[in-house]
C-alpha cells in the first residue's frame, strides 16, 4: 500500500512565475542584503580564525567594513523596490497556493480512503483463509489438531497486525502529504520575504500539523490525567455551593492557592532537574526545615527562644534588619547548597542511586536540626519585614471583599522565569538533557556527566535555599518544617511530566504540577474533606502520573 502513494511534488516552487521571482530578488538583493549577510559571516569568521595574525585581521575586517557600507548603501536603494516585489510574489504564491493545497488534500483523502477499504478487503481474506485451513485439516488427534489450530490462528493474528500496520503507515504518509503542501507554501513564502517568517503562518502551520498526527489515543495517553483533574475541579465548583461553603472559584481563593503555591514552586523548580537526571531527591523537607530555622533565628526580633546546640540564645538586634534578611537569604542558600553538593558528590563520582544519597542526606540534617534546637519553633520573625516580604497588598473592594495580592507571588514567577531560561536557553539545559536521556552517550560527545550532575545539585539548593527562607514567612519554623514536602514536589514534576526515566520534560510541566497538587488540596479542604483522606487522591493521582509515564515510555521503546 504505502509504494502506491505519489509523492507530492513541489508546485509551488516549480511554478515559472514564482522561480521569475525569485530569481529577480535573488539579483537584487544579491549586492545589497545577500552581501551584508555575507560579509558579517566572514568578519566573525575572520575574528575567530587563528591562522591569521593581528595585522592581518585588522586589514580583512577593515576592509570587510567598508564593503560592509557600501552594501547597506545599495540594500538602501533597492530596499522599495525588493518589498514591492516580494509582496507581490508572495501574492501571487498565496493565490496558487490555495488550489494546490486543496487538490493534493482531495486526491491524499482519497489514497486513504482506499487504503481503508482495501485494509477491509485484507481483513476478510485473512479471516476467511484462517476459517479455511481449519477446516481444511485432516487431524485426529485432539491435541495434535489443538496446536494446528493455535499455529493457524498466531499467523492469522501476525497477517492482521502486518496488514493494519502497513495500512497505518499508509495513512500517515498520505496524511504527511497534505501537510508538506502547506509547508512548501511557507518555505516559498519565507524564501521570497529572505528568511522572514510570519507569526500567522507559523500559527497555521503548527495547526496543521498538530491535526494531521492527531490520534485520540495519543492524545488521551498524553492528557487523560489533566482532562481527569479539569473535571474534577469543574465537580468541586459546582458542589461547593450546594453544600452551603460558597463559591469556590473566586478571586480571592484562586490568590490563596497561588500564594500556597508560592514557596513549593522552589522546591518543585529544584526536584525536578534531579528528576530529569533520572534521579530524584528526598531531601527536600529536611532542606526547608534548615533554611527556614535559619531565617527565623536571624529574623526573630528580640533574644531567641531556641538555645541552638546548648549556647545562651542569641539576640542579633543590634544588626539592621536590612543586612540581617541579606544574611538570613544567603546562609540558608549556602546551606542548602552545602548540603545538595553532599549528596551530589556521592551521586556524581560514586554513582550511588540520588535515592540513597539524598535520604542520607535527609537524615543528617534531620538529626542536626532536632538536636540543635530540642524541636523548639524559632518564634515569629519581626512583623514589619514579615508584611514586607510576605504580606499582602491591597487591590481594591470586589462584591463587597477586599482583594488582596499576596507579595510570595512574585519571587514564585521570577524563579519559574529563571528556571525555564536556564532549561530552555543555556548549553547547560541542553546538556541536563542529554546526560538525563543517555548519559553514556552524553559522556562520548564531550558533556562532563559529573559536572552537570553537580550542577544540577548546586542548582536544587539554590532553589531550596531561596524557598526554606520564603517558607519563614509563612509560619513559625522548626525543625518539623516542611515535612511531606518532598512528596509533594516529587509528584507534581511527574504529575507536570518530568518522566523518572531522564531526558523527558519541561519546566511548564513542574509549574502547572504544582498548582495542580496545591488546588487540589485545596479544593479538598474547601469542601471539608478529612485531612487523612486527602492522602488517598494524592496517592492515586501519583500512581496514574507514574502508570501513565511508564506506558509512554514503554510504547517508545
Known sequence: MANEIKNTPAAIGEDRKVQDYLVRLASLRSTGVTR?????????????SKMLSSETKSKMIDDCKKQLEAAKSDAAAHKSEIDALAKEAVSYVNSIATKVEKAVEEEENANIARFKDDYKKKVNEINAETERRIAALDISDPKERKAEVDTIKYEKKSALFDAKSQMTTACDRAKANKNQAYVDHVQTNRSLRNGKTKFSEDMKLKWKDYINRFKLSTFFLNNGLYIAVIIFFIVCVVVAPLQGRGTLFSLPNILTI????????????GVAGLILLAGTDLSVGRMVALGSVTTGLLLHRGTNIVSLFGMEPWNFDAIPMGLRVVIALCLSIIFCVAFACFSGVFTAKLKIHPFI????????????????????PTGSIDSGIRDLIGGRWTLGVVGGQIITFPKLIIPAVIACVVAWFIWNKTTFGKNMYAVGGNSEAAAVSGISVF????GVFIMAGI?????????AFRANASAGTGQGYETDAIAACVVGGISFNGGIGKISGAIIGVIIFTGLTYCLTFLGIDTNLQFVFKGAIIIASVALDSVKYLKKK
Open 463 to 471: 532553589f531550596y535555599g531561596c524557598g526554606a527562607f520564603l517558607e
Open 357 to 376: 544519597s539524598t535520604m542520607s542526606t535527609q537524615l543528617i540534617i534531620y538529626g542536626l536540626l532536632f538536636f540543635g534546637t530540642s524541636g523548639t
Open 258 to 269: 497561588l500564594e500556597q503555591c508560592s514557596t513549593r514552586m522552589f522546591y518543585a523548580l
Open 451 to 454: 559536572a552537570v550532575t553537580m
Open 36 to 48: 551584508i549577510s555575507e560579509l558579517k559571516q566572514q568578519i566573525t569568521a575572520t575574528k575567530k
